[in-house]
T-cell receptor
Framework: RKEVEQDPGPFNVPEGATVAFNCTYSNSASQSFFWYRQDCRKEPKLLMSVYSSGNEDGRFTAQLNRASQYISLLIRDSKLSDSATYLCVVGRGSGNTGKLIFGQGTTLQVKP | DAGVIQSPRHEVTEMGQEVTLRCKPISGHDYLFWYRQTMMRGLELLIYFNNNVPIDDSGMPEDRFSAKMPNASFSTLKIQPSEPRDSAVYFC??????????FGSGTRLTVV
């Protein structure tokens, strides 16, 4: 079983739709959580950190449920430019110490 | 800031040949990570260094793979001998202790 599991998709949605991605992790000692975005044939880039209290950045909202070991990302009013692969990432150490473990990613395709 | 610089961008080599991938981290970043990405396995951490010292190499697939960081501004990942199953995109990333990861653009390796 992979340490970080995501539904690979693809998720095909129309512009303006709301879409949610989920992720589960198996190591209960994990202490830091992130969503990264990866465009086709490009490197991953940090989208946002995920905090226990939940956090929002514009159209993006991230949630963490430590009891269920579950992380989510909600994208509202999706844009064509949101089309990418979204990687759920879990860190072994607190803050940014230690190493990051990446999920395989969920592919989003936003259509006009 | 030039970001994390990897070379070469693309490498095509014959099975059995030695391959050397290079990475220059961002100045002042004291952690350096080597990842490999394939369609089947996603992003896998191979090895990471802290202050030029290898901390965790448990992800290195086998003895054919080796990595060095002779100084704070340079790291290499070597595969000898290379095999077709080593074909992948190899990413280098660096960060400061309390900072986020920055990935390089990757090296796309094809072993024929």
């Amino acid at each position: 079983r992979k340490e970080v599991e995501q539904d690979p998709g693809p998720f095909n949605v129309p512009e303006g739709a709301t879409v949610a991605f989920n992720c589960t992790y198996s190591n209960s000692a994990s202490q830091s959580f992130f969503w990264y975005r990866q465009d086709c044939r490009k490197e991953p880039k940090l989208l946002m950190s995920v905090y226990s209290s939940g956090n929002e950045d514009g159209r993006f909202t991230a949630q963490l449920n430590r009891a269920s070991q579950y992380i989510s990302l909600l994208i509202r009013d999706s844009k064509l430019s949101d089309s990418a692969t979204y990687l759920c990432v879990v860190g072994r150490g607190s803050g940014n110490t230690g190493k990051l473990i990446f999920g395989q990613g969920t592919t989003l395709q936003v259509k006009p | 800031d030039a970001g994390v610089i990897q070379s070469p961008r693309h490498e095509v080599t014959e099975m059995g040949q030695e391959v050397t991938l290079r990475c220059k981290p961002i100045s002042g970043h004291d952690y350096l990570f080597w990842y490999r990405q394939t369609m089947m396995r996603g992003l896998e951490l191979l090895i990471y260094f802290n202050n030029n010292v290898p901390i965790d190499d448990s992800g290195m697939p086998e003895d054919r793979f080796s990595a060095k960081m002779p100084n704070a501004s340079f790291s290499t990942l070597k595969i000898q001998p290379s095999e077709p199953r080593d074909s992948a995109v190899y990413f280098c990333a660096s960060r400061r202790r309390a900072g986020g990861y920055t990935f390089g653009s990757g090296t796309r390796l094809t072993v024929v």
